[in-house]
């Protein structure tokens, strides 16, 4: 069982930055791949980004490309998500979530797959 926490979320104008942290606790942090989802209001929960267990191997949505950067301490259980030139259509609920780490691009992409989830931090960026 693992137990996520996410924290650093608020109110930014656009061109601004947020890093958001997800705390992790409960198992071996390093063999768990590490995600970010995002919910904006009325929309699908959508995949942001992905980091693997020994943090070698990320990939990323199109829409934050060159912009977000997901990275993980495994020596503090926590993963970050540092967003930069943020832009009024990236507010949104940010979800952290974990699954066992897999060398598997589509499987890491995948909302179904990770079955661990916090409890989300709101994003809001203002024009």
């Known amino acids: 069982q693992v137990q996520l926490v996410e924290s650093g979320g608020g109110l930014v104008q656009a061109g601004g930055s947020l890093r958001l942290s997800c705390a992790a606790s409960g198992d071996t942090f390093m063999t768990y791949a590490m995600a970010w989802f995002r919910q904006a209001p009325g929309n699908e929960r959508e995949f942001v980004a992905t980091?693997?267990?020994?943090?070698?191997?990320?990939y990323y949505a199109d829409s934050v490309k060159g912009r977000f950067t997901i990275s993980r301490d495994n020596a503090k259980n926590t993963a970050y998500l540092q967003m930069k030139s943020l832009e009024p259509e990236d507010t949104a609920v940010y979800y952290c979530?974990?699954?066992?780490?897999?060398?598997?691009?589509?499987?890491?992409?995948?909302?179904?797959?990770?079955?661990?989830w916090g409890q989300g931090t709101q994003v809001t960026v203002s024009p």
């Open positions: 980091i693997s267990g020994l943090g070698g191997i990320t």
């Open positions: 979530a974990a699954r066992r780490t897999v060398n598997h691009r589509a499987t890491l992409l995948s909302e179904s797959t990770y079955r661990y």
